[in-house]
């Protein structure tokens, strides 16, 4: 797992910014009729780095308060869309488009998973191209003149029973994929608060008080065993991928396991008052009865 200090999974948000504007996308909604619909596609859109959303023959204004509610931070998307009469003169600059549809067409056409899609969009856009992803009606889709007239076909695969999504997810989900195929950063990556993973050193001295201790209190005697079971303690540690502060930790807790409240425990830090026992975890986490 890469390790990040606290930071979101990309680090470099103005590099991905940058990479992710290059030549994205442009929406068309083809007679959108639902203003919550042309609001909560601009906000996919912005969540996505793309900008240019067109609206072929709108059926609703985008700008009415019911599509600002739901743009919530893609406002401005909504305020560049530009209206076109025909989903011809809404794709004349494009050179490249897609047609997303739930239903099979009989057409000689590409047909590419949204995933699919994506990372040939990125060739496509790499390449300089403009590009255009085409949404249908919400009632009906597009039409096959409208599917006709893009060069490929992008079908999110969905449960075959009820594969129809609602208009503006289906522009999430495209514009997701699209988003995800530019993102070279990390999958995973391990927020270290406020610490750092511990040095060899450090695991090693860790190793060697954990050892001494044992062999003290006669959890290592057998002479035979002794060394398989270090082995096998340093390993579950080593699995643990202690930070700094966990290594401080666990030695305060062989020392404390080592002297506790016994007599001949060395004097603790001046001033420093030993506190009554709390109640273990275990018991309090135990479900009333
Ligand atoms: N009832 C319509 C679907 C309307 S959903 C029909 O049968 O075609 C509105 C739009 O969302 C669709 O036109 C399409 O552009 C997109 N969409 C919804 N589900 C999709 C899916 N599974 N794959 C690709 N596009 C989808």
Same mark, same amino acid.
């Given at each position: 797992m890469t390790r990040s200090p606290a930071a979101p999974l990309h680090q470099d948000k103005?590099? #991905?910014? &940058?990479? +992710?504007?290059? $030549? @994205?996308p442009c929406v068309i909604l083809v007679e959108p009729r639902l203003a919550e619909n042309l609001g909560t596609t601009s906000r996919a859109m912005r969540n996505c780095? #793309?900008?240019?959303?067109?609206?072929?023959?709108?059926?609703?204004?985008?700008? @009415?308060? !019911?599509?600002? &509610?739901?743009?919530?931070?893609?406002?401005k998307i909504l305020e560049n869309a530009r209206s076109f009469n025909t989903v011809a003169e809404a794709i004349a600059d494009l050179q490249r488009t897609y047609a997303t549809t739930a239903r099979r067409r009989e057409m000689v056409k590409p047909i590419f998973t949204a995933k699919g899609a994506a990372s040939d969009m990125r060739g496509h856009a790499e390449a300089g191209k403009k590009i255009g992803i085409l949404f249908g009606r919400e009632r009906h889709g597009l039409t096959s003149d409208e599917v006709g007239l893009c060069d490929a076909i992008v079908e999110i695969p969905m449960n075959p029973e009820h594969s129809s #999504? $609602?208009?503006a997810q289906a522009v999430l989900v495209v514009s997701y994929e699209w988003f995800q195929a530019g993102y070279d950063g990390p999958q995973a990556t391990m927020a270290f608060n406020r610490t750092e993973p511990a040095a060899k050193k450090d695991i090693m001295d860790l190793f060697v008080h954990l050892e001494r201790e044992l062999v003290e209190c006669g959890f290592?005697?057998?002479?035979? !065993?002794?060394?398989?079971? +270090?082995? $096998?303690?340093?390993n579950m540690l080593l699995r643990a991928e202690l930070t700094e502060q966990e290594v401080r930790t666990f030695h305060g807790i062989i020392k404390e396991l080592r002297y506790g409240r016994r007599p001949d425990r060395p004097p603790r830090q001046p001033g420093v008052k030993a506190e009554p026992p709390p109640?273990?975890? @275990? @018991? %309090?986490? %135990?479900?009333?009865r």
């Open positions: 103005g590099r #991905l910014i &940058a990479k +992710v504007a290059a $030549n @994205s780095g #793309l900008t240019d959303l067109r609206l072929v023959d709108p059926k609703v204004d985008w700008l @009415s308060d !019911k599509a600002l &509610a739901a743009a919530s931070g893609g406002e #999504l $609602n208009l290592l005697r057998d002479p035979e !065993k002794h060394t398989l079971m +270090v082995i $096998n303690i340093r109640e273990p975890i @275990s @018991s %309090r986490m %135990r479900r009333p």
